[in-house]
């Protein structure tokens, strides 16, 4: 039997979205963003949080999904992997959820799934699915 662990569940173009507690610091609203110029499309630019000074990854981008307007749900979590740390914009943020590894599923071959490359698996919440993202994946491969 696997091990419990806990996903902080966000959203992304009205889909549920699981990310791994231990590499999500904290959740915050957004904050202004600096722009820099000859970055990569997905890196927003850097913001300033509490003197900490980190790259904004727009998550939409980075997975290929449309483009929106931030709004009241729109949230920056801040992500760290090792000494890399990063603020990613999200839909929103829903729970924390307490899955089982034996309950996360490996996509199938040839199923398609925005972001394919940082997907662990799907796993079920009540009536919903919610993809589990390797985001230490994605941080270490955006830097």
Do not use: H, W
Request: net charge negative.
């Amino acid at each position: 039997m696997g091990a419990d662990k806990q996903y902080v569940v966000f959203r992304l173009e009205g889909q549920l979205y699981g990310a791994e507690i231990m590499v999500v610091r904290e959740v915050s609203s957004v904050t202004p963003i600096t722009r820099l110029p000859n970055t990569p499309p997905y890196v927003e630019g850097v913001i300033d949080l509490r003197g900490e000074i980190m790259p904004v990854i727009d998550i939409r981008k980075r997975l290929g999904l449309p483009t929106r307007q931030t709004d009241q749900e729109t949230r920056v979590m801040i992500l760290s992997v090792g000494d890399m740390t990063a603020a990613l914009v999200v839909d929103g943020v829903d729970q924390v959820l307490t899955l089982n590894d034996d309950q996360i599923v490996a996509p199938d071959a040839r199923t398609i799934i925005a972001g394919q490359d940082y997907v662990r698996g799907v796993a079920r919440s009540g009536e919903k699915l919610v993809i589990i993202m390797d985001l230490e994946r994605l941080i270490r491969t955006a830097a």
